[in-house]
């Protein structure tokens, strides 16, 4: 093992660290600051693989910072499902960071460019750490660092809208962990313990004598990761934040970062809470009925919108709602789809988010009613949006089909047919919103009257790249779900 | 009356609860983004307050070994955990006032509802 044991706070430590280094680096090295930030995150990645390597081997193993065995120490664990959730931080992150390094240096002032690669790298770090960590309080500092990094690289771009959408996103986030701290004290006055897996064992003991700090704590930590996922009556703060940030942020935002809380909130219900109490309070149904508002009500106001970046943040909304339905339905099959849908989502509207980015950079255009024609000055690009979009709407050959199918097999199998219904009403309003501007971009009989400038390599490579993922996760779904199946098997 | 005897007994658990809603209820209602930034540290003092009350004991001393001495103890794990919860509450604080410094450098005020209607009118 040597090194190798080490790999989950090895993983941490190096994204932090160049979080460290990236604004001395631009400082005074300014070349290698990016290759720096490049090679940190694809290091990381690398150890990823190896810890799922690792997993696929050895089964399910802890970690113990610093050698302290919980309940002194912070402890890690590494099985399956964590593992694919950090893959997908860790991956996502990787691609959305080779795209931003050509977009950014139009977006944002030249001396920001080092502090934006700390923020990300910090974001980041602190996502893996949500993912990887078995510790409640270890989750709160993380969560914080997390939110902080996430406001902190949408006002970097420091115009108005920015700020002002910064500061509603930290005063909700901070309400959210707000909640999510007194959550863990209610459940640190009855068990004592910080550790998922302590707190499991001594809740059934301590609910008998105090059952309300269960239903207090089960509810604050609803409101906690609803409100920084985005769940529908929380995502207020949503539209405005993902829409004003510069186009990489964006992407980052709604394609990983809203999904890390959907995650923990899923880690806080099948792992935290022991199974006889979660059946005995109707959590899932509540996030049940959440999620579908969510999924038709994100599409509903995503329609109205006439800002291209507008539309897919209201789309995000809708879209998280189909991981919370895989929980709210708590059965093994839709869960899988939630799973699915939490990679293919990230991939299909960080790519979307990008191809707004490319539009923006190109012909400086947000408005959709002027999108009409670009696919003759912008081809490549229009191909990525056809792609991310059929794969929102769900048709075959993309990811998002084989998610929405798992999604609708799994509330089938719990007879509950009313969901599927919902599930096939959301692919239908999400065509109404994509199909037009598919329509406008390449069947426009004018010519496009908007300048367009060309648009560099690095930027249309990575948008080739997600097209090739999105189709490759519709085609050959196989290892996923099997990776998946196997990881959900291992909690109920 | 029973219920009553336990809500007196338990009186700074109450304090932190109450002050937790006044913090949020201010920080979710109120336009003026300063006293939003009060309201969250008045919320999240009163988790902290929480936090160490929990660890309290009645007559407790500071947890440091005696030779040769049985002594109540306090539960110290809370309490310095607290110091890491105040320390990211600052950095929050410092971020949120950074931010309005900025906003008010814009708009020319710092009352939400007026940058709403700025925003409207462009």
């Known amino acids: 093992m040597g090194l190798a044991q080490h790999f989950p706070a090895l993983i941490i430590a190096i994204l932090l660290g160049i979080a460290f280094l990236s604004p001395i680096l631009y400082r005074w090295a300014r070349k290698t600051s990016a290759p720096a930030l490049i090679t940190a995150l694809s290091l990381s990645l690398v150890m990823g693989i190896v810890l799922l390597i690792q997993v696929h081997q050895g089964g399910t193993f802890y970690y113990h910072m610093g050698g302290w065995p919980p309940p002194f120490g912070v402890e890690f664990k590494v099985d399956f499902l964590r593992v694919y959730m950090l893959l997908v931080v860790l991956a996502v992150s990787l691609w959305i960071m080779v795209y931003a390094l050509k977009d950014l240096e139009h977006e944002l002032k030249t001396e920001m460019l080092g502090w934006y690669y700390s923020l990300y790298a910090l974001l980041v770090g602190s996502m893996a750490g949500i993912a990887l960590t078995n510790d409640l309080f270890n989750l709160f500092v993380l969560m914080e660092i997390c939110a902080i990094s996430a406001c902190a690289i949408i006002s970097i771009k420091e115009d108005r809208a920015c700020l002002e959408a910064s500061f509603k996103y930290l005063i909700l986030s901070a309400m959210g ?3 999510f701290l007194l959550g863990v004290a209610m459940l640190y006055m009855v068990t004592g313990q910080f550790n998922y897996d302590l707190v499991n064992e001594a809740l059934p003991a301590a609910v008998e004598q105090y059952p309300n700090n269960m239903f207090a704590a089960s509810s604050l930590f609803i409101v906690a990761f609803g409100t920084k996922a985005a769940l529908f009556p929380l995502h207020v703060w949503l539209p405005d934040a993902h829409a004003s940030a510069p186009s990489p942020s964006s992407a980052m935002l709604s394609g990983v970062v809203i999904k890390i809380y959907a995650f923990a909130l899923f880690i806080m219900f099948y792992q935290l809470f022991p199974r006889p109490l979660l059946d005995s309070i109707p959590l899932n149904e509540i996030v049940l009925w959440l999620s579908t508002a969510g999924i038709m009500f ?14 897919l943040a209201y789309s995000s909304i809708g879209q998280i709602g189909y991981v919370f339905l895989g929980i709210g339905l708590d059965d093994t099959i839709a869960l899988t789809g939630g799973f699915y849908h939490l990679l293919v989502h990230a991939l299909m509207k960080s790519m979307l988010f990008m191809v707004a980015g490319v539009i923006i950079y190109s012909t ?28 929102m709407i769900g048709i075959p050959g993309t990811g998002g089909l084989i998610s929405k199918w798992y999604l609708a ?53 990575t948008l080739v790249i997600g097209v090739l993922a999105v189709i490759f996760f519709g085609v050959a779904p196989g290892p996923t779900l099997t990776l998946l199946e196997n990881a959900i098997a291992l909690l109920f | 009356m029973e219920m009553l005897i336990k809500v007196l007994h338990n009186y700074y658990y109450m304090a932190a609860i109450l002050l937790f809603v006044i913090g949020m209820h201010t920080m979710l209602t109120h336009s003026n983004l300063i006293k939003k930034v009060i309201a969250m540290n008045i919320m999240d003092t009163s988790v902290f307050l929480l936090f160490v ?5 009645y007559g407790g001393q500071a947890p440091i070994v005696q030779q040769g001495k049985e002594v109540i103890y306090i539960n110290p794990l809370p309490s310095s955990l607290m110091l890491t919860g105040i320390v990211v509450a600052i950095s929050i604080t410092a971020y949120a006032l950074s931010l309005i410094v900025k906003i008010y450098r814009y708009y020319g005020t710092v009352d939400y509802d007026e940058i709403c209607l700025i925003r409207s009118q462009e």
């Open chain 1, 298 to 311: 994100g599409s509903i106001f995503a329609m109205v919108q006439v800002d291209l970046k507008k539309m």
């Open chain 1, 409 to 461: 097999l799994g509330a089938l199998e719990v007879g509950r047919p009313f969901f599927v219904v919902i599930i096939l009403a959301s692919s239908l309003l999400n065509a109404v919103y994509y199909m037009p501007i598919i329509v406008n971009a390449f069947m426009h009989q004018e010519t496009f009257e908007h300048e367009a400038k060309p648009v560099p390599r690095q930027m249309l490579v």
């Open chain 2, 53 to 57: 009350a929990v660890g309290y004991t």
């Open chain 1, 177 to 179: 962990t707000g909640c």
């Open chain 1, 364 to 391: 400086g255009i947000r408005q959709i009613k002027q999108l009409a024609g670009v696919g003759q000055v912008l081809p490549l690009t229009m191909i990525a949006f056809t792609v991310g979009a059929a794969s």
